[in-house]
């Protein structure tokens, strides 16, 4: 006899499970519950065992809300159910900070073989026009056939996990790919084309990753607070938490920053035998980042400083930010071990 997939579903929040009263957006329970059986409807013929977890219970929480202990939690709920064998999963989440989450699950689970599917909506179930039942069940049909990866579904497509970016605060074509293309993910020629799906494989987590996961959430919270971001604004005076491990500098075009906002860093850390790890980043989206191309105004060059400094490359923000929490909690006293393992650097200059 076949055995049942098992399919995991874990519900956070967010608009998806939000309601429309007196033309405001606010969580929802009467919403939450609808969610809930339009999810189960949509599997209850599939031959199907569903396992739902709701973390922050009923109707859960804006993902605005969430943080790094918020991601490792969900971290958590996956590993404990892929021990029990798991064939997809499909977490229902706030947009806000979907592209976040999904580039940390894309870090936790590099080579994973089944799928783990993101997906949300920008207006609620009981909005017309509303992008809920375009999003769950095409998201839902990915988890289903077996579309492997970490993804983000939106709108027919599929967004790489490590590469989504949220371009629209309302429309309901909520992301775009930094640097890489969707999938359009056509629902119908899934169904026509389906594959037997060999059974899910045993899963047993990396030690990195149980060491990880055991520790205490508020420890998360704390070690991660030793990112610091400095956003590059014409004529804004930079400042920044002196006892950083990470800084990431969101800088402008190659991966530049203003000289009197590298000469902060250079004075702010003079005399440091520990220096904290730069990541240059830009506002400019596109392409590979070069912060050594230009001289003066290059991150890169604070290297000839003793910092050690790494590009970030042509990934999302979203990524990096979710690669300086990984690195530290991976690696808390040497995280640019890390770091070098998806990103260019350190510089020599």
Not at 137 to 164: D, E, M, T
């Amino acid at each position: 006899m076949k055995e049942k997939k098992r399919i995991m579903v874990i519900f956070t929040g967010g608009t998806i499970a939000s309601g429309v009263r007196n033309k405001v957006t606010s969580p929802s329970k009467k919403s939450f519950q609808s969610l809930y059986s339009y999810v189960k409807h949509f599997f209850q013929d599939k031959d199907v065992d569903l396992i739902c977890y709701e973390p922050w219970g009923i109707p859960g929480e804006d993902s605005s809300n969430l943080d790094p202990g918020n991601w490792v939690k969900i971290t958590s709920l996956i590993v404990k159910e892929l021990e029990y064998k798991l064939d997809g999963v499909l977490i229902l989440y706030g947009t806000d900070t979907m592209a976040y989450l999904s580039s940390w699950l894309s870090l936790c689970f590099p080579d994973i073989s089944i799928p783990i599917i993101l997906t949300g909506s920008q207006l609620t179930l009981d909005y017309m026009p509303e992008d809920v039942t375009i999003n769950v069940p095409g998201a839902a049909q990915v988890v289903y056939y077996h579309f492997p990866g970490v993804w983000i579904y939106c709108n027919w497509k599929l967004f790489p996990g490590n590469r989504s970016h949220k371009a629209h605060a309302l429309h309901p074509e909520i992301f775009t790919t930094i640097n890489g293309v969707p999938i359009y993910f056509n629902m119908d020629w899934v169904s026509n084309n389906r594959r037997d799906i060999p059974p899910a494989p045993s899963y047993r987590p990396p030690g990195w990753l149980k060491k990880m996961l055991a520790l205490p959430l508020e420890k998360v919270r704390e070690i991660c607070k030793k990112i610091s971001w400095l956003m590059c604004l014409p004529g804004i005076e930079p400042k920044i938490d002196s006892t950083a491990k990470i800084i990431c500098i969101y800088g402008f075009g190659a991966g530049n920053a203003p000289v009197r906002v590298l000469d902060y860093l250079r004075e702010e850390f003079k005399g440091e035998k520990e220096k904290p790890c730069i990541i240059a980043c830009s506002q400019a989206e596109g392409d590979i980042k070069k912060p050594d191309y230009y001289r003066e105004v290059g991150i890169a060059w604070l290297a000839q400083d003793g910092f050690k400094v790494w590009s970030q490359m042509d990934y999302p923000v979203e990524f990096i930010h979710a690669l300086a929490c990984y690195a530290l909690l991976v690696d808390f006293d040497s995280p640019g071990v890390i770091l070098s393992r998806y990103i260019q650097g350190p510089f020599q200059l």
